[in-house]
């Protein structure tokens, strides 16, 4: 047991990925501790000289920015870190784009960054030194058998004396085993060292992600609130104009039909079937009304039978292709099945597309539900238009993310990640 624990820990590909981290971070190291101190230095020396100083250090900052977005990505692509970024409101902020406001010298978003660079060489020299050495030395021993008989003068020596005879070269391998035993473990244990440094230089505090997380909450609340009424608004609207006439005109052709019952029953006949043909539109707009609110049989069956019967009604041709293995939370199925309504309507009305294409996926338990709605049409959606702004306030009521590319000529992409937690 122990044994194929050794062996799964020497081949897993988290000892890889923290090895390449930790070579990585000494060259990105020579690169971060170069250019902040560089501009540090000159950018302090030259203050006297106020804007060449100050453009320094905003170039100071600015770059330090983009080296911490860099590191984070490293962290999450190499040790499956993730460290959250500063919120916008934290974040150092400019005056004419080059002079940084005072303010921002204050705060740990400024320095935290900085310090990091700085410190991202002498940890990298000692982790990728270590780590190495362990791996190489490891290796070498482990092999010392098969080659120590080809070395110059016979075995390798130790204290200017050459060891001969399978005693010491089993010793080296004994060795060699030990330090490939520790490799793997120190690997990983420098890895959670590093995330561990770059988590508190870094990411923000605690009390600083709740407070961003309550102000996204209030404005997510604010735009559900939104959406709710533009909805109810429109609900209202389709019922005025649509299945309220339609009952109205149903009415009075009934009452027309009873007037005429005495004296002209031919007249009276036709009148009823009109106000039967009347009833029936407004049934069918009652039942479009409804399928387009929350269809029953998304409740009943799930989001591929709901969005089966969508693509049947849609004008243009739509190829569907739904895999969820679990299905999600009902207010996640209710959001993901109106993005692809609204999003087939758009396309219906707007893109001139003459083919659609609606991929919904599920990830992990609960983990997430993604949904990719794309045409050929002529492309040229606005973002921040009504309908697709409308979009992005449904998403962001269940902590999901929205994201549209739509250039000019097509073709037009709509992506949602909905969050089934």
């Not at 060795?175 to 959670?192: E, H, I, K, N, S």
Request: charged share 20%; hydrophobic share 50%; proline share 6%.
């Amino acid at each position: 047991m122990f044994l194929i624990r050794w062996v799964a820990a020497l081949l897993s590909a988290r000892t890889w990925l923290a090895f390449t981290h930790h070579v990585a971070g000494l060259f990105i190291g020579i690169v971060t501790f170069t250019v902040t101190v560089g501009l540090l230095f000159f950018g302090v020396g030259t203050l006297p000289l106020a804007l060449v100083g100050l453009a320094l250090l905003a170039l100071l900052l600015r770059v330090n920015g983009g080296l911490a977005r860099f590191e984070r990505a490293r962290f999450a692509l190499l040790l499956d870190r993730q460290i959250p970024a500063w919120p916008a409101s934290e974040q150092p902020a400019f005056r004419w784009l080059i002079v940084p406001r005072r303010t921002a010298w204050r705060k740990r978003a400024t320095w935290g960054p900085i310090g990091y660079m700085l410190l991202r060489l002498p940890v990298s020299v000692v982790t990728s030194v270590t780590t190495v050495a362990f791996w190489a030395v490891g290796v070498a021993l482990v092999t010392l058998p098969a080659y120590a008989g080809h070395l110059p003068g016979g075995a390798p020596s130790i204290n200017g004396t050459f060891l001969r005879g399978p005693t010491p070269i089993w010793g080296g391998f004994a060795c060699g085993v030990f330090f490939l035993l520790v490799a793997p473990q120190l690997t990983r244990g420098f890895g959670r060292m590093d995330a561990a440094m770059a988590s508190w230089l870094l990411a923000p505090p605690r009390d600083v992600l709740l407070a961003a997380r309550v102000s996204q909450l209030e404005e997510s609340r604010e735009r559900v609130v939104d959406a709710a009424e533009a909805e109810r608004r429109r609900i209202e609207r389709d019922l005025h104009d649509g299945a309220q006439q339609r009952l109205v005109s149903v009415a009075m052709e009934l009452g027309r039909a009873k007037a005429k019952f005495s004296d002209d029953i031919e007249g009276a006949a036709a009148l009823v079937d009109q106000a039967h043909a009347e009833a029936k539109a407004a049934l069918i707009e009652l039942r479009d009304l409804v399928r387009g609110v929350h269809p029953p049989v998304l409740t009943d069956r799930g989001l591929d039978a709901a969005l089966s019967g969508l693509i049947a009604r849609s004008p243009i041709p739509v190829d569907l292709k739904v895999e969820v293995p679990v299905r999600p939370r009902a207010a996640v199925e209710a959001v993901a099945y109106f993005v692809v309504a609204e999003a087939l309507t758009n396309i219906a009305k707007h893109s001139r597309a003459s083919h659609a294409s609606v991929v919904v996926e599920g990830h992990g338990f609960p983990g997430t539900l993604n949904l990719v709605i794309s045409d050929d049409g002529i492309g040229g959606a606005d973002a921040d238009g009504a309908g697709l702004s409308g979009l992005a306030d449904r998403v962001s009521g269940v902590d999901g993310t929205l994201s549209v590319e739509s250039p000019s000529g097509g073709p037009t992409i709509i992506s949602a990640v909905l969050p089934c937690g």
